[in-house]
């Protein structure tokens, strides 16, 4: 069964591909909206690893849409929420049989509620899975410790393929840094650099 | 890390049994009132697929309790529900690192919320981890298809066990069969006898 897994370079994505890929052929799926080249570390990372990878193309008129979402919040969760279920919608329709993502039990954002998920497969015929859904913090930074090499840093000096680098990007072109200050204060970001074990 | 899985023989258990095999020592876990011998089934399952295998004693206060609950309620889940809990109290008071369970992102029961997740986690000082609570129906289906060779049956034909089998005895014993065909009608279930990969 062919699975495609949005894939951002980051532990908790990372850690999702090691638990699918004994079970599915997983394809790492880097979501971009062509804005910066973050996800070029994402497919070293992919490639570091071992696994297939692709990046796609998502819509601009969502990132424009998330960006205006985020000053008018004053926060990004609720763009980055939009973002990510626009980014499934499009790993769905690339012909794979399931995909997933590496959301975790105690993320607040993403979050994909499971009539969004029933919705998502009906519509697509395909499985939607989770597989960090079951996994809290403490879960994940365990198993992290044990089978990665990570590095973590600010978010602006660590080049993590998610949404959030784009969006960065496309908030400070439109609305100036402060704008990004104060919707993403302070935030750590961590990459996977190989497999430690 | 050493995990305990709490564990019936059923094609959910076994599941995630081999999703988590990969990154932790696995102990399967087959919770007894002591009034069935259904944990015998459970054990070689666990021996013919290479894991390792105890049972727990639970508290048969709470199947009284849980039986009187399902009698008055005519269904079982909330009493399913209470032993569960229990099932997952005891196994975090075994010295395992980490406990886990077989429920799944469309079980109704048993169902344990994000906040009894955090309190069992911060009470015992464990890993509670859920491993298909991010897969659906479907995406099980698939996968038990793909690895396990399972049997199906009506339940009082299938040595599964799970907390059903004994309370169904219980039941039986308190309020005679025909309480126990009005609590749980109509009910199949599946056990697992060996990998098929």
Known sequence: MDLGLLYSGGKDSTLAALLLEDFYDVTLVTATFGVAD??????RTAEELG????TVELNDDVAA???EQMVEDGYPRNGIQQVHLHALET????GFDAVA??????DRVPSVSRAQ???????????????LAGFGRGAV????????DVTTGPSEEIPKADYEAELRDLLADEHGEEAVAEVFPDHTQTYVTS???
Chains 1, 2 share one sequence.
């Open 117 to 131: 998920a029933q919705s998502l497969e009906d519509r697509h015929g395909i499985d939607y899975i989770v597989p």
């Open 195 to 197: 497999l430690s074990r």
């Open 51 to 54: 696994f297939e990878f692709e």
């Open 141 to 148: 930074d365990s198993l992290v410790d044990e089978t990665l």
């Open 38 to 43: 973050a996800w070029d570390h994402a497919r």
């Open 101 to 106: 993502d590496g959301s975790r039990r105690d």
């Open 91 to 94: 790993a769905a329709g690339m």
């Open 65 to 67: 849409e998330a960006v």
